[in-house]
């Protein structure tokens, strides 16, 4: 057996949802992240071990790992990712940090004694939660927005400390769960009629098991920044991406469509932004993460949230650089030299597109035919269109993928996307986003 043997796992393509309906926006962006991953590692030659869940098993010839084994709906998920995780001598692990899935599935590789590849656990715990988060960039004197844990208050959160803070702050306000992943459950108010008219219509709106914060909204760019770090050496910083979010319109749930990589004027903004970040102890974050952050219309950066995993990002960074960037995770003292300066050749885009098909009742066999054939004709689409819901009502029709360009600019990948549009609907898919 190879000794570069290694347990690559994504949490919701992998079995994690595998007796409850998968979340297509999160699905999309998974196993986009765990194909990518994948080929990252097996371009250096590594053994690849994966899980999959049974409703899109037959995505696996689409991935280029050596074993794949299936998670069915009545399996044991936690006894088959241990199974797997024990056959391996490397692991690396791609979860949500919600309700400490994250931590709890790399405490089990720790125990087993694995080398995990992706942050480990001391970091992990931190970035979990924002609050806390928020308290360690306040500790280290860096600009983050003002944040405050939630009451409740009669079995919901306290709408008059909502209303109390909102006046305080004197500026709009977001709501969301002190555990949440992207852009999951966030809530935006201007004023108190819009919290108290929420409360009114979307009374069970709130999680009773999750913790909530309160922040001050920043108004300005959402940003992230793409990190590698080591033991004993200065982190490298990846890149410096954009991110396509919308919250504010509270009759719809809050959605992280993707993002671009990277950003206007990044060489001079990553120097900004690693002067900053030089304040932090990184320490506890090994391997690759990332650092949410507000470019304010004021041109400030605030700090807002850690991401102890592999970012969405990901996705589009390999596409701009000339490293492989598990390389740069696995060799730090090869690619020292290069650690201060990164160079992007490329520009790519990176986003989830909705799809409705004009064939209602197409089956499944015709429908493996087309994504064959597309996978082939947009070597882009990273992952194909996938209909998760069982519904059987024509509303709930929704297909679902994932793209990511390769161009030199941004204007140019803007053209290549119009032009994915393009082959998608003359195969009979319709753009709904």
């Known amino acids: 057996m190879n000794q570069n043997n290694i347990f690559i796992f994504e949490y919701v393509s992998g079995g994690g949802f595998n007796n409850i309906e998968l979340p297509s926006s999160l699905f999309c962006e998974g196993f986009a992240m765990l194909r990518s991953l994948i080929y990252d ?6 053994e690849i071990t994966s899980l999959l869940d049974q409703r899109i ?10 074993f794949i084994e299936v998670v069915n709906p009545n399996d044991d998920f936690i006894a088959k990712f241990k199974d797997n995780l024990n056959k391996c001598k490397y692991c690396f692990i791609i979860a949500p940090e919600f309700s400490n899935i994250l931590y709890n599935l790399t405490k089990l590789a720790f125990k087993m004694d694995k080398v995990i590849l992706s942050v480990k656990l001391q970091g992990i715990q931190l970035a979990t939660s924002k609050l806390a988060t928020y308290n360690y960039f306040k500790t280290y004197a860096l600009l983050t927005p003002k944040t405050n844990s939630v009451p409740y208050k009669k079995n919901n959160l306290d709408i008059n400390f909502i209303i109390k803070k909102l006046n305080e702050l004197n500026t709009p306000i977001v709501i969301k769960p002190d555990d949440g992943v992207g852009a999951e459950s966030i809530y935006f108010f201007e004023n108190k009629s819009q919290i108290v008219n929420f409360f009114k219509r979307f009374p069970q709106k709130f999680d009773l098991s999750r913790k ?35 919250i504010k319109n509270l009759d719809y749930d809050s959605q992280y469509y993707g993002g671009y990589t990277p950003i206007k004027n990044i060489y001079s903004i990553k120097k900004l932004l690693e002067e900053n970040l030089k304040r932090l102890d990184l320490t506890m974050f090994n391997s690759y993460f990332g650092i949410d952050f507000i470019k304010s219309d004021q041109n400030r950066n605030y700090f807002v949230e850690i991401n102890p995993r592999l970012t969405t990002s990901y ?5 701009t650089i000339k490293q492989n960037p598990v390389e740069l995770i696995l060799n730090p003292k090869e690619n020292d030299r290069n650690h201060s300066e990164i160079e992007h050749f490329y520009f790519s885009k990176f986003c989830r597109l909705d799809l409705k098909h004009t064939d209602y009742y197409i089956n499944r066999t015709s429908i493996n035919k087309l994504i ?14 996938i209909m998760l819901s069982n519904k059987p009502n024509q509303e709930n029709q929704i297909y679902s993928c994932f793209i990511a360009t390769k161009t030199k600019d941004q204007d140019s990948s803007n053209t290549r996307i119009r032009q994915i549009i393009d082959i998608l609907k003359s195969h009979g898919f319709g753009l709904l986003n």
Not at 57 to 66: C, F, I, K, N, V
Not at 315 to 319: E, V
């Open 315 to 319: 996705i589009g960074i390999r596409n």
């Open 212 to 246: 909530y914060i309160l922040q001050e909204y920043i108004s300005g760019d959402d940003l992230s920044i793409s990190m590698i770090n080591y033991e004993n050496s200065n982190p490298i910083t990846l890149s410096v991406n954009s991110q396509l979010i919308n």
């Open 41 to 46: 590692f097996k371009k250096l030659d590594y």
């Open 372 to 385: 064959s054939k597309l996978m082939k004709n947009i070597p882009e689409l990273i992952t194909p269109p």
């Open 57 to 66: 098993s037959y995505l696996s010839q689409y991935l280029r790992a050596d």
